[in-house]
């Protein structure tokens, strides 16, 4: 007759699959967060019932007391004269022949400002998008 031997049973939890878990939702998250780029400048944006899906590459605002802002990229805006917008813009066209500007205009500016962005655009032959929030 043989001597059964009772294993004892522990009560264990095994943290691999959360840690992993974890790990996955913490690089979705550092991921995701990286694409959006928030706009720091307060612009009441005119509204459309059809937004774009294109991602614009270079971003001009315009707020309500007529300052211009301009940024490339996930960079940061920069305050800029009229003047400066133009060769700011070719320079990024020279980086990247592919890019978007977005064009950021409050909606209580005169439209002959939103107009001077658009010649820009269109002397340069850069796409342009403008940027409207949702009804």
Same mark, same amino acid.
């Given at each position: 007759?043989?001597? /059964?031997?009772?294993? /004892?049973?522990?009560?264990?939890?095994?943290?691999?699959?959360?840690?992993?878990?974890?790990?996955?939702?913490?690089?979705?998250?550092?991921?995701?967060?990286?694409?959006?780029?928030?706009?720091?400048? /307060?612009?009441?944006?005119?509204?459309?019932?059809?937004?774009? #899906?294109?991602?614009?590459?270079?971003?001009?605002?315009?707020?309500?007391?007529?300052?211009?802002?301009?940024?490339?990229?996930? =960079? /940061?805006?920069? #305050?800029? #004269? @009229? &003047?400066?917008?133009?060769? @700011?813009? =070719?320079?990024?066209?020279? =980086?990247?022949?592919?890019?978007?500007?977005?064009?950021?205009? &409050?909606?209580?500016?005169?439209?002959?400002?939103?107009?001077?962005?658009?010649?820009?655009?269109? =002397?340069?032959?850069?796409?342009?998008?403008?940027?409207?929030?949702?009804?």
């Amino acid at each position: 007759m043989a001597i /059964k031997r009772r294993k /004892k049973i522990t009560a264990e939890f095994n943290m691999a699959s959360m840690t992993d878990m974890i790990f996955l939702l913490l690089i979705f998250f550092m991921i995701t967060s990286t694409i959006v780029i928030p706009n720091a400048i /307060k612009v009441v944006l005119p509204q459309s019932a059809q937004q774009t #899906s294109a991602k614009p590459i270079t971003r001009v605002t315009i707020d309500a007391n007529l300052n211009y802002y301009v940024a490339f990229g996930s =960079q /940061k805006e920069k #305050s800029v #004269s @009229f &003047d400066e917008i133009v060769p @700011f813009l =070719q320079e990024c066209a020279h =980086q990247d022949p592919e890019m978007y500007v977005a064009l950021y205009a &409050d909606e209580t500016i005169p439209y002959a400002e939103v107009v001077k962005i658009l010649d820009i655009a269109n =002397q340069n032959n850069f796409k342009m998008i403008l940027v409207t929030r949702p009804i």
